[in-house]
Every structure is written in C-alpha cells, then in structure tokens.
C-alpha cells in the first residue's frame, strides 16, 4: 500500500513535471502578439510610378503636372474624408488648372479679378452654376458624383480648369518630370486610373504588395488631340459683346 505522503509526493513532482512544459508556451504568447502590428493585415506600402504622354510629332509635353493617378480598390477599400478646396479666379485664369477633390466635396471659386465671372459646368458627371459675381465674392459648388468636372466662365471663353473628383483617398498628381507617389497603400488588387485633360483616362489592373510597388508606368495618348473652343453655358457661341470681356 502507498502511503499518503508517498503519493502527496509523487503528485508535486508530476504538477512540476506539467509547469516545465506549460511554461515555452505561456512565454510564446508575448512574443506572437508583438509580431501582430507587422504582419500583412496592418501592412502599408507606397506605389509609385512614371506617367508619360504620347505628342504630335515634333511636340513637348510641358503639363503632365497636370494629370491625376488615382488607386480604386477592388473590395470597396477606404472611404475619402470630404473636404472644401478652392480654385481661385485672378487674372482672367482658373488658378489652378486641375484641382482634385473625394467625391462629396465642394469647391469655393473666389473671384480675385476687378470683374464679374460666371462659373458653370455642363458636360461632367454633373452640373452646376454658380451665376454671376464679383470681385471679393466666392461661391461653392459640391460634386457628388466622382468623375471629370470641366469648370467654364460664362463670361471669359479662354477660361478652364478641371475638377477632378475620386472615391478613393489614394490620389496623387504627377511631378513636372512624370514621375508620382501614393503612400499608405494597403496591399491588394487595385484599378489603376490616369487622367490628363489632353491624353484622356487610362485604366489597368495592378496589385500591390506588403511593401508596396515602385514599377507602374502609364503612358497616355494626346497625339490626336485638338483644342476646340467651348460654348458658353446656353450652348451658344461666344461673343465679344457686353461690358465684361477681354
């Protein structure tokens, strides 16, 4: 027969027996959770790239400044925060030319000029127009659906700017040189989309990794470009009669 100091015994050295073996991965936990903020689901990346254009022969770009790359998540992605920004009217010229915006936000046109001006929109995703006023007075449009807005005065025919509005907070305008950066990009599959008011827009699928892409070019097409002169905001030509004019 065991006696009970026999057995007390024996049951000490089995319960340390179970805390040598228990204590590797008790200490293991800490160090799984301090692995956590690393791993892939937390992980963002910077995609960069080069956007070039293709020009009648013999031309220069000298705008590319002037496009806009935007990332659109294939799985909904994040939702851009709404803002107000301006494009200020001075010296008969939208300043600036190409003003980019989330979806959602509104654009104040303060007029700078010792004249009246008359911004409209009538062939973007949507319309608006904001009537005429003068110097010191500012007054908002709101674009809620995204897409290219060209921006107009009813009153200056050589007028233009460009609202472009994404549904994406990963946007970025190029450098002078073509080249342009997106930082804080979760990695996925994303469409890519270029815009430049002279090479039109350009889409293409593009995955991005943990650490991001550093390989994506783009190359838009204005060799057929042309200007052509734009009707006023009753569709009518314009005129060089009324008091405000060039």
């Given at each position: 027969m065991v006696s009970l100091s026999t057995?007390?015994?024996?049951?000490?050295?089995?319960?340390?027996?179970?805390r040598v073996r228990l204590r590797p991965a008790v200490l293991l936990l800490p160090a799984i959770a301090a692995a956590a903020p690393g791993s892939?689901?937390?992980?963002?990346?910077?995609?960069?790239?080069?956007?070039?254009?293709?020009?009648?022969?013999g031309a220069r770009t000298t705008d590319l400044a002037?496009?806009?790359?935007?990332?659109?998540?294939s799985g909904g992605g994040a939702n851009p925060a709404q803002s107000r920004a301006q494009i200020v009217m001075e010296s008969r010229e939208f300043v600036p030319r190409v003003r980019?915006?989330?979806?959602?936000?509104?654009?104040?046109?303060?007029?700078?000029?010792?004249?009246?001006?008359?911004?409209?929109?009538?062939?973007?995703?949507?319309?608006?127009?904001?009537?005429?006023?003068g110097r010191g007075d500012t007054k908002d449009a709101r674009v809620e659906r995204a897409g290219v807005y060209p921006v107009f005065c009813n009153i200056h025919a050589k007028m233009v700017a460009f609202i472009v509005a994404v549904p994406t907070p990963y946007v970025a305008q190029p450098n002078p040189?073509?080249?342009?950066?997106?930082?804080?990009?979760?990695?996925?599959?994303?469409?890519?989309?270029?815009?430049?008011?002279?090479?039109?827009?350009?889409?293409?699928?593009?995955?991005?990794?943990?650490?991001?892409?550093?390989?994506?070019?783009?190359?838009?097409?204005?060799?057929?470009?042309?200007?052509?002169?734009?009707?006023?905001?009753?569709?009518?030509?314009?005129?060089?009669?009324?008091?405000?004019?060039?």
């Open positions: 057995a007390f015994a024996s049951g000490l050295r089995v319960l340390g027996a179970i892939v689901v937390g992980a963002q990346g910077t995609v960069s790239g080069q956007v070039s254009i293709v020009e009648r022969p002037d496009a806009v790359v935007w990332l659109e998540s980019v915006v989330s979806t959602g936000s509104s654009v104040g046109f303060p007029n700078q000029d010792p004249f009246r001006h008359n911004v409209f929109s009538k062939s973007g995703p949507g319309e608006f127009d904001l009537g005429l006023y040189d073509g080249r342009f950066t997106i930082g804080g990009v979760p990695p996925g599959s994303y469409t890519l989309h270029a815009w430049h008011d002279r090479g039109g827009e350009r889409s293409s699928e593009v995955t991005v990794a943990a650490d991001g892409r550093s390989d994506v070019t783009v190359q838009l097409d204005a060799s057929g470009y042309r200007p052509m002169p734009h009707k006023n905001k009753f569709g009518q030509e314009y005129t060089n009669t009324g008091r405000d004019r060039y």
